[in-house]
């Protein structure tokens, strides 16, 4: 019944377990299943396992496909393609910071967490800038990057700072992963991770120890007039802007200050002010490179336990057990992780501190 | 007509919170507003999909319209408006940006 192959998988399998090995399995796994679904699709000539083949064939490894297009600003997306992978400079800034910027953003994923692309299938990365008139805004839409141009008082173009950059492409991999919903706790958790892999993207292409990086988010975005060094400032949340016409960077540092609000889905670019808190005092804690250590659990937890609905005090227990994993169980490192959110107000262990501060579950 | 605009979220969640008087505001602009909110019909629940996927660092809007004694409400984000009620949003943001300036 079961004809061997000389890879030793039986190509009597059900394609859809290859596929499930393919989409889910390690390295050695997925080449295995990739040859199998290959050989026994051909086999049995049908064309719609070769399609699926086809789309599984992931990128090679490592192998980055960036794809800029111009909004001319305009609402229709993507708009006209301006510079793909490998294309020579263009003459318009934006898009070469875009392609500039995603591809250090890939290198970092790579590199540092051996990940390929947003999807870890090496997914073609494709930004739009120039998107509308004036407009103040980067986002991901669910498939791509979005740049504004910044009103130019207020805002410059959002594709001048690489934190921006990492910050969108993360909120990719984000949904890939643990799909956080964009709304209060989980929310805030989604900017979080967009905020810390976002500041470890520009200090990795810094070659910055953690003690020498400025742990700002949208450094260098402001316009000329406005008071105020950067959006967000991981290491002083609370802190990165006060300005007569903008106000106070509204960030608390602390879970007593979690602000309960319906504006921003719940507060999520204000609350993840104290999870971004923890992280660098986590880094600063550990010392080195803050993707070495930190990054890592930080990954891991995003990647292996985050869930949709996941709460503060969860994700704070989730990375003191990953640290037990990766370091010991009892290890400084993970001694470090349950100092560090107790910082914020946050004790690893329990989830009573989100019930009283106003979280929803 | 009086709208009153917030606009909240987005990567930078900067606020933007205006009241605009469409007698205060220069004929032409007056003009230009009418004719956006006739083509986007910002109370017509079919210009809104319904259920769209939530895009992140996307703006999140609270409008109240008064015109003629009557007051109406929307809530919604960018990813969910059609690109006549972003054309709109578009309009009252510079209009709140203004006085944001003039602060
Ligand atoms: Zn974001």
Redesign the pocket.
């Known amino acids: 019944m079961c004809k061997e192959l000389s890879h030793g998988i039986c190509y009597i399998i059900p394609p859809h377990v290859h596929e499930n090995i393919a989409r889910n399995g390690n390295d050695k796994q997925k080449e295995r299943a990739y040859q199998a679904l290959n050989v026994s699709a051909h086999m049995r000539g049908q064309r719609e396992i070769l399609n699926t083949f086809a789309m599984l064939a992931t990128t090679p490894t490592g192998v980055k496909r960036r794809t800029i297009y111009n909004a001319q600003n305009g609402l229709t997306l993507p708009g006209k393609l301006v510079r793909g992978e490998g294309d020579k400079k263009s003459s318009d800034t934006a898009v070469n910071e875009a392609y500039d910027g995603s591809g250090k953003t890939y290198d970092f994923y790579f590199k540092v967490f051996n990940r390929n692309s947003i999807d870890d299938r090496g997914l073609r990365l494709d930004s739009s800038v120039h998107y509308r008139r004036n407009f103040n805004n980067a986002?991901?839409n669910g498939q791509q990057m979005v740049y504004g141009d910044g009103d130019g008082q207020i805002f410059q173009r959002f594709t001048k700072s690489l934190d921006v950059i990492g910050?969108?492409l993360t909120?990719g991999v984000t949904q890939y992963e643990a799909g956080l919903v964009y709304q209060d706790q989980p929310g805030a958790l989604?900017?979080h991770f967009?905020d810390v892999f976002g500041s470890l993207v520009k200090q990795y292409a810094k070659n910055q120890k953690a003690k020498q990086a400025d742990w700002l988010i949208g450094e260098g975005i402001f316009g000329p007039n406005i008071q105020g060094v950067a959006l967000r400032s991981m290491k002083n949340p609370g802190t990165a802007y006060n300005d007569p016409v903008l106000g106070k960077d509204p960030q608390p540092a602390h879970m007593s200050k979690f602000v309960n609000t319906t504006a921003d889905f719940g507060g999520v670019?204000i609350n993840s002010g104290i999870p971004n808190k923890a992280f660098y005092e986590l880094a600063i804690a550990l010392g080195g490179s803050a993707w070495e250590k930190a990054g890592l659990i930080w990954y891991r937890t995003l990647v292996d336990k985050v869930q949709p609905n996941t709460q503060f005090a969860e994700c704070a227990a989730m990375t003191s057990e990953v640290a037990g994993t990766l370091y010991g169980v009892g290890s400084a490192e993970q001694k470090a992780v349950k100092a560090a959110w107790a910082v914020v107000g946050i004790t690893v262990g329990t989830t009573a501190v989100a019930a009283a501060a106003g979280g929803r579950r | 007509m009086r709208i009153s605009f917030e606009r909240t979220g987005g990567?930078a969640n900067i606020p933007l919170r205006a009241e605009i008087d469409s007698a205060q505001l220069p004929h032409e602009r007056a003009q230009e507003l009418e004719k956006l909110i006739e083509r986007a019909r910002p109370f017509d629940q079919q210009t809104q999909s319904q259920g769209a996927p939530p895009v992140?660092?996307d703006f999140q809007y609270d409008v109240t319209i008064n015109d003629a004694g009557q007051t109406e409400t929307i809530g919604t984000t960018d990813a969910a408006a059609s690109d006549d009620l972003k054309l709109l949003f578009d309009f009252l943001g510079e209009e709140a940006l203004q006085k944001l300036k003039q602060r």
Do not use: R, V
Request: proline residues 0%; hydrophobic residues 35%; negative net charge.
């Open positions: 986002f991901w910050h969108e909120h989604n900017e967009s670019h | 990567f992140a660092d």
